[in-house]
């Protein structure tokens, strides 16, 4: 397979993800994403159903309103119901996803559990170049 055309599930299949539940702080979280060197967390139930994610991003909205991230639960600070893709995708079309809707991470859902999830760095050479292609081919049309 053209490693531009790869599916998702080649990306994700030997993740290790941080997952926490909607009861955790966000000092939690963000303990565990400097340990794992890694820019979001998967909050989900005890039978790995996604219920959110929470981000760097979100981190920063958060201590910038001035609420403390020792107290605050990630039911109050992640992002709920965020978009999500599955297995068999495209990865160039999780890159349009994410492009489209101005964020970095992207969990994958297969059977209504978390099995992975993509960061933008997660995306090889061709895959970029061939997304670039088409958003130059969508920009002269339009």
């Not at 859902?109 to 061939?130: C, N, Y």
């Amino acid at each position: 397979m053209n490693s531009h055309n790869r599916n998702i599930s080649s990306i994700v299949k030997d993740q290790y993800l941080v997952k926490l539940r909607p009861t955790d702080t966000v000092q939690d979280a963000c303990l565990r994403m400097c340990e794992q060197s890694v820019g979001a967390v998967l909050v989900t139930d005890s039978q790995r159903h996604l219920k959110g994610i929470f981000t760097g991003r979100d981190a920063v909205r958060l201590i910038s309103n001035g609420a403390n991230p020792a107290q605050t639960l990630l039911e109050d600070a992640m992002t709920r119901d965020p978009d999500i893709v599955a297995p068999d995708q495209k990865a160039v079309e999780a890159l349009h996803m994410m492009c489209d809707g101005g964020y970095r991470h992207l969990p994958v859902i297969e059977d209504g559990k978390v099995v992975g999830i993509l960061s933008r760095r997660d995306f090889k050479g061709l895959e970029l170049d061939k997304f670039e292609d088409r958003q130059s081919l969508w920009e002269r049309i339009c």
